[in-house]
């Protein structure tokens, strides 16, 4: 079956610095992949989708690489705040139709 | 934008109270609403699938009688958690998609269940 990895652990670090968060899948082959912010107590927000032939997207001081050989997807965060603090979700496209697998996520925290 | 608003926010109550949770996209026609379900430093657990005016899709493990989805519009889904006790108390989220395929699902900001 699908499965996504996260590293569970928090990324700590500090602020300016690059934080980098890391997303493996397993038996699947998916399309496109996505990644999400949340915020303790509330829902996760979009943030930046990729496709299968995209290697990279950016969007600001985002940058999301997806390697398909690998199956492993980067989220970079540049010039990092103590405001980008929060959990971030990958998500990818179930095989059957509409629904998204959501990974467990890693909390980052940026200080100061 | 794409606004999802859920309420309410928090609802506290006595075992065996049926508990309604609504959804709404506030600015697009949703297709495909979605119910979450999510413990503590854990994934989002999906319960259910909601299309306007058909019935949902509920996963496997999920009661459907328990967990009751209504999906009356392309704006508005409900959650209702009939007959509540301790062990469904959780944080419960819904979002919406305004389309099929490679679309980005938009949250409401969850319902925080409190069963005494």
């Known amino acids: 079956s699908q499965k996504i990895e996260q590293n569970s652990e928090a990324l700590n670090i500090q602020e300016g610095k690059t934080a980098t968060l890391t997303c493996n899948y397993t038996?699947?082959?998916?399309?496109?992949l996505q990644w999400y912010r949340q915020d303790p107590g509330r829902g996760p927000v979009f943030l930046l989708l990729?496709?299968?032939?995209?290697k990279e997207k950016r969007k600001e001081r985002l940058k999301v690489t997806f390697d398909t050989t690998l199956k492993q997807s980067l989220f970079h965060i540049t010039a990092s705040q103590p405001a980008d603090s929060a959990t971030y979700l990958c998500?990818?496209?179930?095989?059957?139709?509409?629904?998204?697998?959501f990974g467990a996520g890693t909390r980052l925290f940026v200080k100061a | 934008g794409a606004v999802v608003s859920q309420h309410p926010s928090r609802v506290i109550c006595k075992s065996g109270t049926s508990v309604k949770i609504e959804c709404r996209s506030l600015?697009?026609?949703?297709?495909?609403m979605f119910w979450y379900r999510q413990f503590p430093k854990q994934s989002l657990m999906l319960m259910a699938t909601?299309?306007?005016?058909?019935?949902?899709?509920?996963e496997q493990g999920v009661e459907k009688d328990k967990f009751l989805i209504n999906h009356a519009s392309l704006t508005l889904s409900t959650l209702t958690v009939t007959s509540a006790h301790p062990e469904d108390s959780s944080f419960y989220i819904c979002?919406?998609?305004?389309?099929?395929?490679?679309?980005?699902?938009?949250f409401g900001d969850g319902t925080r269940l409190s069963i005494l």
């Open positions: 990729i496709r299968e032939n995209e």
């Open positions: 600015d697009f026609q949703a297709t495909t």
């Open positions: 998500a990818l496209p179930h095989t059957g139709g509409f629904k998204t697998i």
């Open positions: 909601s299309n306007e005016g058909s019935k949902a899709t509920y």
């Open positions: 979002s919406a998609t305004k389309g099929a395929g490679n679309q980005p699902q938009h």
């Open positions: 038996n699947y082959s998916p399309a496109y």
